[in-house]
T-cell receptor
Framework: DQQVKQNSPSLSVQEGRISILNCDYT??????FLWYKKYPAEGPTFLIS?????DKNEDGRFTVFLNKSAKHLSLHIVPSQPGDSAVYFCAASLSNFGNEKLTFGTGTRLTIIP | ETGVTQSPTHLIKTRGQQVTLRCSSQSGHNTVSWYQQALGQGPQFIFQ???????GRGNFPPRFSGLQFPNYSSELNVNALELDDSALYLCASSSPTGVFGYTFGSGTRLTVV
């Protein structure tokens, strides 16, 4: 039972354009959502998060949108840069406590074309 | 010392063998979690340790076990290895300040032949 889904395994975007990565979830009890970025041979690194009480969180070029009624979130990167090429994972947790487990999606490989 | 370090980086084992993977947590982080990332999948929660006690477990059989030490370093042990255990094993440490504070190591790539 895949509770967090990323239906696009890959995405290619021209440098300078907007990248939009999507994520859907099924468990309405999820309270906190995170995006991680992963380069080959490295562990996932935290990118941005959003609490279920918000519908938008912005950090520089990265914005996460949450639509609770649709159980959908998206990550917008604008403008996209070559260094953004990586695998992006959406993750969800039942709370924001540091001892909460994360449930991950299967990832989307983003390629930025120069 | 900052960051999470894992050892070894790569490992090849034979089916039926036992393996121990190690993790050194980020300073100040008293919670350590282990995740398994199979090829083409996202990381899956194996279990978590908080103050040396298991504090939650995912859908993994008992042959997956762990330890956390007083210095917050941790081990993941897998007995009776199966071919499907081939994966990247990620260790993550966190503090009570928030789940966004998870810090992942680079992982150990285990291949079972």
């Amino acid at each position: 039972d895949q509770q967090v889904k990323q239906n696009s395994p890959s995405l290619s975007v021209q440098e300078g354009r907007i990248s939009i990565l999507n994520c859907d979830y099924t468990n309405s009890m999820f309270d906190y959502f995170l995006w991680y970025k992963k380069y080959p041979a490295e562990g996932p690194t935290f990118l941005i998060s959003i609490s279920s009480i918000k519908d938008k969180n912005e950090d520089g070029r990265f914005t996460v949108f949450l639509n609770k009624s649709a159980k959908h979130l998206s990550l917008h990167i604008v403008p996209s840069q070559p260094g953004d090429s990586a695998v992006y994972f959406c993750a969800a947790s039942l709370s924001n406590f540091g001892n909460e487990k994360l449930t991950f999606g299967t990832g989307t490989r983003l390629t930025i074309i120069p | 010392e900052t960051g999470v370090t894992q050892s070894p980086t790569h490992l090849i084992k034979t089916r039926g063998q036992q393996v121990t993977l190690r993790c050194s947590s980020q300073s100040g982080h008293n919670t350590v979690s282990w995740y398994q990332q199979a090829l083409g999948q996202g990381p899956q929660f194996i279990f978590q340790y908080y103050r040396e006690e298991e504090n939650g477990r995912g859908n993994f059989p008992p042959r997956f076990s762990g330890l956390q030490f007083p210095n917050y370093s941790s081990e993941l042990n897998v007995n009776a290895l199966e071919l499907d255990d081939s994966a990247l094993y990620l260790c993550a440490s966190s503090s009570p300040t928030g789940v966004f504070g998870y810090t992942f190591g680079s992982g150990t790539r285990l291949t079972v032949v």
